[in-house]
């Protein structure tokens, strides 16, 4: 038998860290609150026994005003664990245990793990914890996620502890709650209000602190009881007001802080330093978050990222596409002619290999990323671009959301997506999950990164910067252009944890990177598989008909009519260097025929029809029928744009020793330019967000309203700034 | 033979990318960039669309 625990606490308490060390798991980290939206599951199996753990998300409190705060109470109150594995910042006890006296108020077993012992030493905080234990009357174990350390000894405390029968925590909220609590308590126990989840007097206390959940699911049990109770809080909260001037909700956090200080005073928690001497972290902060320094730090902290993944991608990149070259000459070799060699060369190895490609350029770009994450710089960013994004009628909040999207290159939509919860007004959680799709995911990165190394190969990393800039800027315009029209809404303010800036671990920096590097890697060898093959049949059927392909015989003919069968045999067999003048013109004009051949069957299949119809309107922002074809490719997986204009040039070439990168293929192509690549770009930024993402935005806005509008919007958003910029654009080069 | 064997691939492929896409569209994956979204409590996600709009 397992017994099922759940490891909660505030944000960056390290919960995932333990739950990680615990379960061998491999779920994401960061240096930054609210990383875990959603609960996690995994197994602890020692000779003390089976436990299946859960991490929840991290709240600061028990009320429902947030999502995160929601998903953690619903699963403490609906499936009932075992136990209640606390984790508590030991470097901030009192804001910790807080949220502690909550958990033990709901009559659950709680078990504390003093987690971040180091950073307390090191902040010069002494603790008693044989003292903390015996107060609160729970085992409290010391631990430091990071290293494991400590992770035995909780659990076995967890193993004595678990299913012991324990009696809600009954904290004194004054005289008046107190009394109202207990004829709350004696109208609810007799009618069985509500008892299957919660405890008497904790639903006595939620109806006290506002808690619209527990308020509505009192309506829908008994609406007699639910006025009465109603009433004694309305009665309650009238006399506070006029004596006291206080809210209730404030009296009772009030109480519980007092009730956590009468332990910490009894020698529980001793500063062997200034307590409020300045902190090193502080002291980076002064410099770090500068208003007039800070901007100016965090462009060169983006530059400097983004100089690091060219500089260090460029070899391995060179060498993947010459694999891939490699491969693609290897199988033109080796396989007889026909269209299972045209779908393994043009449909899989140019076009996942153009994603593959990109593998190093990826993983530098994470690695780098995961150093700014685990130190606390994006926390840093946050609280920087906070007072920018109010303007934009958006919340500081939002900034990690655009963060996880790919705010600063390499992330995803869908958990940014999923990011919007921590938003605690609907209003300003709905402009954020419609502008998050505007970053530069993982997905956009090889098409940007196969652009910019085509067409700006002088300056990759200041391209790089501006099309962050420019991602950044059209996000926030879009939010306000929404803001202020169609989800019009006050702003809610801001507050958020600075976690201290940490030296991130080598293994913790290598989990991300590799996690999400395989995440990549992955989706080229299934999704991205898929979709390439389909859209290489989409590119090569229905062909030529009869009629067509004799025309181009007869051309054929017509080149080769009057030569001599040896003549023939030599253009067929010799190497060009050791062909007359003659033979090599007659070759040159037969790879034309071959070459024209191609380009007419690709411009022929279904694709190139689809591809060739927008054309009409779409070259007007440069962008020929190929590229229509990956574009639209493209809705289903942003990579597509690069795999599908892999096999796209793939299948227009004809010569058997052309394994050019498709970076040089785009170089040589006529119609293409720094201009058309920089409208390409434009356009990728901000056209419709990926069909996966799409989804995502319909689940968590309950409708399907709003990513059809994500959908729309900002394709013809997209397509505009591009054309404008293609336009204005061809006047001037 | 050739083209049996690309006709088989082509079926795959559509039969994987039509599985995938439904798979996303009913979340029944994980919440991930290659998979997408679950919700696998109903109580995480805004209980309806009054919530947002």
């Not at chain 1, 602190?209 to 049990?221: L, M, T």
């Not at chain 1, 356009?683 to 996966?692: E, G, H």
Request: aromatic share 10%.
């Amino acid at each position: 038998m397992s017994t099922a625990i759940v490891l909660a606490g505030n944000p960056n308490s390290g919960k995932t860290t333990l739950f990680n060390e615990l379960t061998g798991g491999r779920q994401h980290v960061g240096n930054y609150p609210g990383v875990t939206v959603e609960k996690k599951q995994g197994t602890y199996e020692t000779d003390i026994g089976r436990f299946d753990i859960i991490d929840l998300p991290g709240t600061y409190s028990l009320t429902a005003y947030s999502l995160e705060e929601v998903v953690a109470r619903d699963f403490l109150v609906n499936e009932n664990p075992s136990m209640i594995v606390n984790i508590v910042d030991a470097s901030n006890l009192e804001r910790n245990l807080y949220l502690s006296v909550q958990f033990m108020e709901m009559g659950i077993p709680v078990c504390i793990a003093l987690n971040m012992m180091d950073v307390a030493k090191k902040r010069g905080i002494e603790i008693d914890i044989d003292k903390l234990s015996k107060l609160l009357k729970v085992p409290v174990v010391p631990t430091i996620a990071r290293s494991g350390k400590g992770k035995k000894e909780l659990m076995h405390a967890v193993a004595a502890n678990a299913f012991k029968d324990v009696e809600p925590l009954k904290v004194s909220y004054g005289l008046d709650i107190d009394t109202a609590l207990d004829d709350m308590v004696k109208l609810i126990q007799p009618a069985g209000f509500l008892t299957d989840h919660y405890k008497p007097r904790w639903t006595a206390l939620k109806y006290f602190e506002n808690d619209q959940q527990v308020i509505e699911a009192g309506k829908k049990e008994n609406k007699t009881i639910a006025l009465k109770l109603e009433r004694v809080v309305q009665k309650t909260a009238d006399h506070l007001s006029s004596t006291l001037d206080a809210h209730p909700e404030g009296i009772i956090a009030d109480h519980r802080y007092g009730f956590v200080n009468s332990i910490l005073k009894q020698g529980v928690i001793r500063f062997y330093q200034d307590e409020n001497r300045l902190l090193l972290s502080d002291k980076i902060d002064k410099i770090v978050t500068n208003k007039f320094l800070g901007p100016l730090i965090m462009a060169a902290v983006l530059m400097g990222l983004y100089k690091f993944t060219f500089a260090y991608s460029g070899v391995p990149v060179t060498f993947l596409e010459n694999v891939f070259g490699w491969a693609a000459g290897f199988a033109q070799q080796m396989l007889p002619d026909g269209i299972l060699k045209s779908l393994m060369i043009s449909g899989i190895i140019n076009g996942v290999g153009g994603v593959l490609g990109f593998v190093p350029l990826i993983m530098f770009m994470f690695l780098g990323i995961s150093f700014l994450e685990d130190t606390g710089y994006l926390a840093r960013m946050s609280f920087m671009l906070d007072r920018v994004f109010r303007m934009f009628g958006l919340h500081g909040s939002s900034v990690m959301a655009f963060i996880v999207s790919g705010g600063i290159a390499g992330g995803c939509a869908v958990p940014g997506v999923m990011a919007t919860r921590t938003l605690k007004s609907p209003k300003e959680r709905l402009a954020t999950l419609l502008t998050v799709p505007f970053m530069n995911c993982g997905a956009k990165l090889p098409v940007f990164a196969l652009l910019v190394a085509a067409f700006f190969a002088e300056s990759k990393a200041l391209v790089m910067l501006l099309i962050t800039m420019i991602s950044w800027v059209g996000a926030l315009l879009v939010a306000w252009a929404l803001r202020s029209t169609v989800i019009k809404g006050e702003s809610t303010p801001f507050i958020m944890e600075l976690p201290p800036y940490r030296l991130p671990t080598l293994k913790g920096l290598l989990i991300h990177t590799l996690e999400r590097t395989w995440q990549y890697m992955r989706k080229a060898g299934t999704v991205i598989l898929g979709i390439s093959i389909l859209l290489w049949a989409m590119m090569t059927f229905p062909g030529l008909n009869k009629a067509r392909l004799a025309k181009f015989e007869y051309k054929r003919a017509a080149i080769t009519s009057g030569l001599s069968l040896q003549t023939l045999n030599d253009i067929k067999t010799l190497e060009e260097k050791s062909l007359t003048k003659k033979a090599l013109a007659v070759k040159e004009n037969l790879l034309q025929v071959d070459l024209d051949q191609a380009r007419a069957a690709l411009k022929n299949s279904i694709a190139g029809r689809i591809g060739t119809s927008i054309e009409g309107v779409t070259r007007f922002a440069g962008f020929n029928w190929q590229t229509n074809i990956a574009l639209v490719g493209g809705f289903a997986a942003k990579e597509v744009v690069v795999s599908t204009l892999g096999t796209a040039y793939s299948l227009g070439e004809v010569d058997p020793q052309e394994t050019a990168s498709l970076s040089n293929k785009l170089k040589k192509e006529k119609g293409w330019g720094p201009l058309t690549a920089f409208s390409l770009i434009l356009f990728t930024i901000f056209y419709s967000p990926c069909f996966v993402t799409v989804v995502c935005i319909a689940r968590e806005t309950g409708s399907w309203k709003w990513p059809a509008f994500s959908v729309i919007f900002n394709t013809i958003l997209a397509f505009t700034i591009s054309l404008v910029f293609y336009q204005v654009g061809s006047i001037f080069f | 033979m050739d083209k049996i064997i690309v006709g088989i691939i082509i079926a795959g492929a559509v039969i994987f990318t039509i599985k995938s896409f439904i798979n996303t569209y009913k979340g029944k994956k994980s919440c991930n960039c290659s998979d997408g979204c679950a919700c696998s409590s109903e109580k995480k996600c805004p209980s309806d669309s009054k919530d947002i709009e």
